[in-house]
């Protein structure tokens, strides 16, 4: 029997290894893009991040130097020096070399090969390389050298400094704290105003209420989309025109609905005697709201800030429309995402490191509020 006490069925487990691996499959692009984002261009061009702590073989093109450096040596032109500094790339043993990209690994260090030119070179392991012809070079760049080196697990900050503290165009600093600005008071206004309209609805009789709860509950399932342009020339009509206050009342009006509905449901399950007890003892509605409601209220209002700051965080559509900038004073992590996207579509380590920064801050406040979030989302579903 599977319903036997102190054993287990077969079903909780099969729950819990779907669990596990859910939590699998979100989590790995997650950890690789935290990997990747200390990690250099080559190596993520190189090897996969789930490579990174050991060492890994990546093959590179290379230069020697310009014919305009060669020396003469007798009978021969001669041109030495070391492949890694002539393109300042760091230096690692090299344990194949090639003159063609069909076979970049026809030679082992210390040999010497033959060019289509007649040039004769030789490479070691340390990028160490002699190239010389028995007539005098010309052209205007060096010649490419195919290498296959082997490199050691290296992270660097340098992608997370570019970003955050570059004064560039391409910087994240000015554009993480604008997304901040965006933010804060789109979290904190429509929990405000939601709250007294929630107790309101709650606790609080009065003609039309029951209308204006299904008002509410309507108002869940109108698009975004469909208020925009009304909205952004009501905006420009009463002179608020494109900026921080225009997204702030914005996002405060697209989050009222759902903010009531989950914070007025939450509200009805507290228990009715304390209330009361309050309203005998000669509280005021407003010393009932912000002494006992609030305090009891908190795992609701936690939760809808949880919604409310990833939707606003992440949001790319309404700052679009409601803070459009041309000098890039108030643009916003998601849009200047989308701008390094098309300038930067080949430098897979800034993207990467540019990705993880938009969702480390969402991941930090989620973690420090999960706890309210199931009390919150389940208030009012059972009595």
């Known amino acids: 029997m599977d319903t036997i006490a102190g054993t287990k069925s077969s079903l909780t487990w099969a729950v819990h290894i779907s669990v596990v691996l859910l939590v699998a499959l979100w ?32 093959s590179l093109t290379l230069r020697t130097a310009a014919p305009s450096e ?48 007649g040039e004769r070179i030789t490479v070691m392991e340390n990028g160490d390389y002699r190239l010389e012809s028995q007539v005098e ?13 082997t490199t050691p697990p290296e992270f660097t900050l340098d992608n997370y400094r570019y970003l955050l503290f570059s004064n560039s165009a391409e910087g994240m600093g000015k554009a993480f704290f604008n997304t901040l600005t965006v933010t804060i008071p789109a979290t904190i206004i429509p929990i405000v105003v939601a709250a007294f309209a929630a107790y309101a609805l ?21 698009p975004l989309q469909l208020a925009l342009i009304p909205l952004l ?7 608020i025109g494109k900026g921080y206050l225009g997204v702030w009342l914005a996002h405060t009006g697209f989050g009222l609905p759902l903010a009531v509905y989950l914070l007025r449901n939450y509200m009805v399950g507290l228990p009715r005697d304390i209330i009361e007890n309050a309203r005998v003892d000669g509280a005021t509605e407003f010393q009932i709201f912000t002494k006992i409601i609030l305090p009891l209220s ?18 790319l559509l309404v700052a679009k429309v409601f803070l459009i900038d041309a000098t890039g ?27 993880f920064v938009s969702i480390a801050v969402p991941l930090a406040v989620f973690f420090a509020m999960q706890r309210y979030l199931v009390r919150g989302l389940l208030a009012g579903s059972v009595k």
């Open 27 to 58: 989590l790995f692009p997650t950890v690789g893009l935290l990997v990747s984002s200390f990690r250099t261009a080559d190596q993520i061009s190189g090897s996969g991040w789930w490579k990174a702590l050991v060492p890994t073989e990546q």
């Open 70 to 117: 060669q020396v003469q040596e007798g009978a021969l032109f001669v041109i030495e020096g070391n492949l890694y500094a002539q393109e300042g790339v760091a230096p690692a043993p090299i344990s194949a070399w090639g003159t063609n990209a069909r076979d970049v690994a026809a030679y082992r260090p210390g040999d010497t090969a033959e060019m289509r030119g």
């Open 137 to 149: 070079m010309a052209g205007r760049r060096g010649e490419r050298v195919f290498v296959t080196a």
């Open 202 to 222: 709650a606790w609080m009789d009065f003609p039309g209420r029951a209308l204006l709860i299904a008002f509410v509950v309507g108002l869940l399932v109108v």
């Open 233 to 239: 020339k009501l905006h420009l009509n009463i002179g």
């Open 298 to 315: 908190f795992p609701a209002l936690a939760s809808f800030a949880i919604f409310q700051f990833l939707w606003t965080w992440n949001d």
């Open 329 to 355: 004073q108030t643009t916003v992590m998601t849009n200047q995402i989308v701008e390094l996207l098309g300038t930067r579509g080949g430098n897979w380590e800034i993207l990467a490191t540019t990705a």
